[in-house]
Every structure is written in structure tokens, then in C-alpha cells.
């Protein structure tokens, strides 16, 4: 039997955030409304791709068409978010034995693709994928180059002085030789959103780094999505926030999305080290399992990373069309 792949219908739509639920390889991003919340903010058209074999649901696939001086384009996330991972999420795959697995994995994606051929027959199309997709073949037999992009993920299911210790020593000696009643960490709300948001534009701005994530993208996601959370984690000392990190959670994982930029305040406290050691506890008294530090693939910063121990885990940066519409398609800054 073949796989059927449509737009999402009214009664898929209903059911489309029980199936990322389902599937290996949804995040809090693949939900119904925060796709709403990405096209909305990227001056995009979403496209919810889904296929089945039968009844039965096999697969989703978010796309945003964007078009640009009568060139089409499409994005998976959309540009200048930020979003860090998105692309194809599959469903009732993981009884399947390696060949029907594969076959139906293919099938899907090039239902998809020649969906997104026939209906908007973009000039070039960028997707990135979320960690759980582990097989890029399906997109290089249909012309697209794959590359890989790595990310870093602390297992939290250890108990706490064993996950601690494997951290390394000066990580260990800024987190436990720290002065409780110096500072204050805690989850915020909107005004803590837009206070880590502004922190990290100044800082982007400051290194010659654009940054067009509009805070109201942030606070919009917080406000809409359905199963997931934004948290805003800040540290404050004598009540002045000196910095923080708005963390991504869905299912058993908690991402560390934006923040962590080193901070102007003269204060003799080891904000980030803390404030990540914030995030791993609060994450495994609410039985989470993983911290992903979303991205590994910056030198400099991933020596600040690799010292809680990390896990390294590879997605795919995956990219169609030509040389010079490649070259034109830059200007999105779809990378994260």
C-alpha cells in the first residue's frame, strides 16, 4: 500500500500535536501552534505536511513556503528565528524491521518532496532536522546535500552527586563552592523573557552579530504552546538580574535555546555554571531526562559545554538548489 501525503485537513489538525507527542522525533516546535507562532513571525506560509498508509499516520513534515522577488523558497525551521531543530517527525516506525522501516521512511519523504515540487516548486529549500532523525539518505536521493551539525546532551537520569561528579573540576567547584545566599536563581515570565532577550541582542550586536528574533516571537511561543514550556531561568543578585537562559522543554528533554551569553555585571558569581545547574535540577525533580545544550559545533563555546560531560549527538543541515540560489538564499541567515 502506498503512502498517502497531503496538506493537513481540519481533522488532522486536531489530532497533529498527538502525533509530535508520538513521534521519536518531535519537539515543542512541531506543535500545531507554535508552527502558527513561526509563520506568523516569519512573514511565512505554513504548509503542515502529513502522510498515512491507510488509517494510519506515518509521518509529519512542517515546511514554510517564502517567496521573495517572484522566487520561492522553502524553510524547515523558517529563517531568523532562531528555532534549532525541525523537519520530518515520524510515527509507528520503531516495531518495523530495518527494511520495512527504511522503505517506509523513503516513501514518506519523497511523498513529501514531490508534494513540495508539484504545489510550490521552490528555487531552493533548507530543512534542519531534530536529532532524532539519524538518516539523511532519503533527502540526498532527491538531490538535496546533506550535512552534519552537532549538538551536546547531558543524561540526566544519574542521581545528583553522580551527575555532578562527572562534570569537570572547575564546573563542579563554581556550582558547589558558590555562596547560596549570594544570588538567586528562579523561572520567570514575560518580563524575564524580554530581559534575557535584550541581554542577548546587546550581545550579539556588540560582537558584529545580527539578531533579528523579535522578543514578541519568544513571548508568543511561552503564550501558545500546548504541551511544551518556554522557562526563562535568570539569576539575580541583591535583585538585579545579571543573566539568564530561556530553556525549550518538551517530552523528557530540556533545551537550552537562548541565553547563557557572558555577562557586563561586576559580580563574583559564576552565572552560567549555575544557571545551567539550575536548569538539570529542576529538570530532573520534574523526572526529565536529557539537557540539550543545542549546539556543538562552535569552538570556542564548546569548550564551556563539554565541561558537564555531555553526550555529542548529530542532526543534518539538509539543502537543495543550485550554486547561485544557494548564494541568494544566504541572506535569510537560515542557520540558527
Not at 110 to 118: P, V
Not at 192 to 204: A, C, W
Not at 206 to 227: C, K, M, W
Not at 314 to 331: D, F, I, K, N, P
Request: net charge negative; proline share 5%; aromatic share 10%.
Amino acid at each position: 500500500m502506498s503512502i498517502d501525503v497531503r496538506a493537513a485537513t481540519d481533522e488532522d489538525r486536531e489530532r497533529w500535536n498527538e502525533f509530535v507527542e508520538r513521534s521519536p522525533q518531535g519537539t515543542l516546535c512541531h506543535e500545531l501552534e507554535a508552527l502558527e507562532v513561526q509563520a506568523n513571525h516569519s512573514g511565512a506560509t505554513l504548509h503542515p505536511l502529513i502522510g498515512f498508509k491507510g488509517q494510519e499516520p506515518v509521518g509529519l513534515f512542517p515546511v514554510f513556503e517564502l517567496r521573495k522577488q517572484f522566487v520561492t523558497t522553502v524553510f524547515s525551521p523558517p529563517p531568523h528565528i532562531r528555532v534549532p531543530y525541525l523537519g520530518p517527525a515520524f510515527l509507528n516506525m520503531g516495531k518495523l524491521k530495518q527494511r520495512k522501516r527504511e522503505r517506509r521512511r523513503q516513501r514518506f519523504t519523497d511523498g513529501c518532496l514531490d508534494w513540495i515540487r508539484t504545489e510550490l516548486s521552490p528555487r531552493y529549500a533548507h530543512v534542519r532536522t531534530s536529532t532524532g532523525v539519524a538518516d539523511s539518505r532519503p533527502f540526498k536521493w532527491n538531490e538535496f546535500d546533506a550535512t552534519p551539525e552537532y549538538t551536546y546532551a547531558v543524561d540526566l537520569t544519574r542521581e545528583r552527586d553522580e551527575l555532578l561528579k562527572s562534570f569537570s573540576s572547575d564546573a563542579r567547584s563554581n556550582i558547589t563552592n558558590a555562596d547560596e545566599d549570594a544570588y538567586e536563581v528562579a523561572v520567570g515570565g514575560s518580563e524575564e523573557i524580554r530581559l534575557i532577550h535584550e541581554q542577548v541582542k546587546n550581545r550579539y550586536e556588540s560582537q558584529g552579530i545580527g539578531f533579528d528574533v523579535p522578543a514578541e516571537f519568544v513571548l508568543n511561543l511561552a503564550e501558545r504552546t500546548a504541551n511544551g514550556h518556554v522557562r526563562p531561568y535568570t539569576l539575580r543578585v541583591d535583585g538585579e538580574f545579571v543573566g539568564g537562559i530561556l530553556a525549550l522543554e518538551y517530552g523528557d528533554t530540556t533545551g537550552r535555546w537562548m541565553g547563557g551569553v557572558r555577562t557586563d555585571a561586576d559580580v563574583d558569581v559564576p552565572t552560567n555554571d549555575l544557571l545551567d545547574w539550575a536548569i538539570m535540577e529542576d529538570a530532573r525533580d520534574r523526572e526529565l531526562e536529557t539537557y540539550d545544550l543545542v549546539g556543538a559545533d562552535t569552538r570556542r563555546i564548546n569548550r564551556y559545554k563539554a565541561k558537564f560531560n555531555p553526550e555529542l549527538e548529530t542532526y543534518y543541515s539538509l539543502e537543495y538548489g543550485s550554486w547561485g540560489m544557494r548564494t541568494v538564499a544566504s541572506l535569510y541567515d537560515s542557520v540558527k
